[in-house]
């Protein structure tokens, strides 16, 4: 069986990662499928997700800066719009993940969570999420 479903994330500053996992989770629980596979796919070239700590929030903030200093929005990019950093970041971070669900829940480690990341927001962005088991 597959169940599909898109939310909507908000963002507020130009860059920063928002914990989805009870998004997420939700979805998992609402599906019923005690066995699978759930995928999450963000469908914009200047955002991405990742797996990271959820639980003291200066680990988000430290990613963020670290990736600011390693790719600078003023860098010389010969990209126009003036977001060439926010793209290379969602490169490296990546548009996909998969987690595991067993006995009806996503599997996750004791300190990970799912983090949207946005580089060149405010925006109103999409996140699809695809279930897949039994």
């Known amino acids: 069986m597959i169940k599909f479903k898109r939310i909507e994330v908000k963002t507020t500053e130009r860059e920063i990662l928002l914990d989805i996992t009870d998004k997420i989770k ?11 596979v759930c995928r999450i796919f963000v469908p914009h070239t200047t955002a991405g997700i990742t797996i990271n700590e959820n639980a003291d929030p200066s680990v988000k903030h430290d990613i963020i800066q670290h990736l600011k200093e390693l790719i600078p929005k003023n860098a010389d990019f010969s990209h126009r719009e003036g977001n060439s950093d926010a793209h290379i970041k969602s ?44």
């Open 26 to 36: 939700k979805i998992v629980n609402e599906s019923a499928i005690a066995e699978g």
């Open 91 to 134: 490169t490296l971070i990546g548009p996909t993940l998969t987690v595991l669900i067993h006995e009806g829940s996503l599997i996750l480690g004791t300190w990970q969570g799912l983090m949207f990341a946005e580089y060149d927001g405010p925006r109103n962005r999409k996140v699809y999420v695809q279930i897949q088991g039994e």
